[in-house]
Every structure is written in C-alpha cells, then in structure tokens.
C-alpha cells in the first residue's frame, strides 16, 4: 500500500475501534448471551433436531451438574458405534455418514448400495482439476476447496433445485468428491509454491474414504492398515457434533434462506475455516512445536507449569492468552471424542518413535487445567478437546499441516449434509435473531456544517 493510503487506514482503524467498543455492562444489562451461550455454557435453544446429542451435565435438583462428556449419532452413543466398527475389523466412517444422513444404521444391502454410489461419484467433472484446481493454486487449502465447490455449481443442472431428493443427491456426491477436493487441492499447492513434483492419483474403489485420503496423497500410494483406521477414526468423531457448532449453525442460517447447496456448504467452509473453530488443531500443533523449542526437559513438569503460565500469560507462542485443544463450549468434564482418540494416539506413537512427544500431550492435558484454574474464573470443568490430540495425529500420519482443517471438512461435511436435509424437511422460517442498537439517535448536519 502506498503511504496515503496506510494513513488512512491507519487514522480510520483507530477511529472504529475507539468508537465501536460496546461496554460489556450493556451486554448485561439487556441479558444477551454472547455467542448464544450463558454464563455457565449452556447454549440458546434455537431449534430442534434428530441428527446427533452433546451430554455434558445433568440437572440434579434443578442445578447443572457438569458430567462426563457423551455425544450420540442419531440416538447412538459414538462410543458404542466406534467399538462396533472396530471390534469388527471395519472402517466406519462410510456407515456413520449412512447414520446420520438417513436416521439408521445399514443393513448389508444398504450399505453395499450407498458404499457403490459413493465410489460412483468419487471422480471430479471433466478436465475440473486442470481447469479450476490448477489454475490460480491458493495458499489456504480451505479456500481451494470453497472455490472448488462453488465452481461445481457450474456443472450442475439442478444447482438452484432445493427439493430434498437434489439435495440429497448433490449431498451424497459432495460427500464422495471432498477427499478429491482436499488432496488435489494440496498437490496443486505444493506443485506450484513448494516446486514439489505434481503426482495425482485416481481413487480406488476397492479403498475406504480413508484408504483413499492416503492413497491419492503419499507419491507411493502406501500407508499402514493402523494409519487407514486411525484416519477412518478421525473422520467419523469429526463427521457431526449438533446443530449449534458454529459451522453447522452456519448451515442452518443459509439454508433458512432457502439458497442452493453450493452455497450453503461453501458459508460452512469459511466458519470452519477460523482457528476457533476447525483451525483449532493447526493451532496446537504449532502451540506445541514453540513449547518443544522453549523446553530443555519435556518431562519437567515445572518448566511445563511455567510454559502453561506464559500463554495465559500473553507471553509466548502467539500471545494470544490461549492454551489451544483445552476447554470447550459445550464439554466441561471431558470430550468423548478426545477420550476415544486418545486410546489410539500412544499406539501411533509407538509406531511413529515419537513416545516422548506422546507424554509431553499427556503431560500437558493433565496439567493445563490446573493452570487455567488458577488463572481464570472457570464456571464450568476444562478438558482436552478432540483438537488436542488431532493435529498430533495428523502430523504421525506425515499429513501436511496445510489439509488439517480441509481433512476436517471432508468428515464434516456429512452433519452440514444431514443438518441442510433437516432444514428443508421441516421448512422452518427464514433464521433471523435480533440485535438490539445501543447508540444514540443523532440530527443529519448538511456537509456545509460539519466543519
């Protein structure tokens, strides 16, 4: 920029933050709940569903009682459909996504039939990938992906057609083409600002989504049978966790106003974008690299104590006062998604030689809270949540950190899916909550005037 034009973002960036700070006693005195969420956490209710259920306390004697943290796929609990799949010797996250689009889990027929159809429309439009993933590679793998769904509405007929059977269909082909999306996207990144060779690999339809993530990304197509099912496991606890998650809520808005499924997922994709929300996991992984650096002893529990401290503290890493992957708006006791992924990540470990880092996460999720209890007024428990441990998994699956938060999106892009279905069956009124304004009514003065 040149210098008149940085004074005179600079003069009116001051102007609107001096000017458009609402006193936090106005929040108060008019009983809003920022972030549609009380004081304790407890969410506004804003609507119904029967997609997917967050426990996190039980009210004893007209109290919240914070509780161990369960979340359930329409009725199920996720521990139980996890053990299912697992104890079986399956990669589950093709039955989830079955689950929470249609309300049950598959028998073997319906299985076969929705598993064909998503490797039916595993593949991307004629010359897609040249044309529109290759032309104009973006530095941010979350936005390759928006515009690569947005540019899918060009090749769809239907694109405007909201009855539910279109919906249903370009949802179970978005569905199938995000993994494409995703890994492509990050070869074309690669390719063109690493100067990485270009390798592009077709899916194959004897591979689960997960095989398939990992097949189409490594330049040797190889992985290990406990990297496909850790993978396959992130998937499925990342597939769906309520309609109130920023990202889904998102969904809901936009498909209130009745817009086409393009659309609506792309607006999706920009809120799970921010690191507050699925961005979360790159976040600590690189919190945790800075701590690595900073720490002689990654088993002093003392210097780990002082390192916690300093990022309340704003004084290390990004300065941000937060310690990422711990607490949670809904959880307080604990994040069942976190408590099942922990039980593969020290077998990861062991495979990968990276136990020590294993113990400093562990090290790290047992003391966090403490820290943040001396240091903050907590009115709920804090815990690990998922992203604490994924980004660590990820990295042991030699996943670049640039597809975290797109990986992500292609296991939640089956509960935005379910969520929009849910939306458009009930028909309910375009979303529209109110905002009340708290400044002063002022006179118009005619420019001669102002001075």
């Given amino acids: 920029m040149d210098n008149n034009l940085n004074q005179f973002i600079e003069k009116y960036s001051k102007i609107m933050i001096e000017r458009g700070v609402i006193d936090n006693e106005l929040y108060r005195k008019y009983e809003v709940k920022r972030g549609l969420r009380d004081i304790s956490g407890k969410g506004v209710l804003v609507g119904l569903t029967e997609i997917s259920e967050i426990i996190s306390y039980v009210i004893e004697e007209g109290d919240l009682v914070p509780c161990e943290g369960k979340l359930f796929y329409r009725g199920i609990n996720i521990e139980h459909l996890v053990k299912g799949f697992l104890d079986e010797n399956r990669f589950g996250f093709e039955e989830a996504s079955f689950l929470l ?20 429309f595993s593949e991307l439009p004629e010359n897609f990938v040249r044309d529109t993933i290759m032309t104009a590679p973006s530095k941010d793998m979350m936005n390759s992906l928006s515009k690569s769904v947005l540019t899918l509405y060009a090749y769809d007929d239907n694109a405007d057609n909201i009855s539910i059977e279109n919906v249903l269909l370009q949802s179970i082909r978005l569905i199938a083409q995000f993994p494409l999306l995703a890994v492509y996207g990050y070869q074309s990144y690669s390719h063109y600002f690493e100067n990485k060779s270009l390798v592009i690999h077709s899916p194959q339809r004897n591979l689960s989504i997960a095989e398939n993530i990992l097949y189409m990304l490594r330049p040797d197509s190889s ?43 792309v607006a999706s994709l920009g809120s799970l974008k921010g690191p507050r929300h699925g961005g979360a996991n790159v976040k600590v992984v690189q919190m945790f690299r800075d701590m690595m650096e900073n720490l002689s002893d990654w088993k002093d529990d003392d210097a780990i104590n002082a390192y916690l401290f300093k990022l309340l503290n704003k004084e290390a890493f990004d300065k941000s006062g937060l310690i990422y992957g711990m607490g949670h708006a809904v959880y307080s006791l604990s994040d069942p998604r976190a408590s099942i992924f922990r039980q593969f990540v020290e077998q990861l470990a062991r495979e990968k030689n990276r136990q020590d880092e294993y113990i400093l996460y562990s090290k790290v999720e047992n003391l966090a809270p403490k820290v943040i209890g001396e240091k903050r007024q907590i009115y709920k428990g804090v815990s690990a949540n998922i992203d604490f441990y994924s980004g660590f998994v990820y990295s042991m699956l030699d996943l670049p950190t640039e597809l975290f938060t797109p990986i992500f999106a292609v296991a939640r892009v089956v509960g935005w899916s379910a969520h929009r279905l849910e939306e458009l069956v009930n028909n309910g009124k375009i979303i529209r909550p109110a905002y009340k304004s708290v400044t002063k009514q002022q006179k118009y003065i005619p420019v001669s005037a102002r001075g």
């Fill in 101 to 120: 689009l249609f309300g049950h889990l598959p028998n073997k027929s319906e299985f076969k039939e929705f598993s064909d159809l998503i490797k039916d």
């Fill in 223 to 265: 992985y290990t049978d406990l990297e496909a099912r850790i993978l396959d496991l992130a998937l499925v606890l990342h597939a769906e966790h309520g309609g109130g998650n920023n990202s889904t809520f998102t969904n809901h808005v936009v498909t209130s106003s009745h817009t086409d499924t393009y659309s609506a997922v």
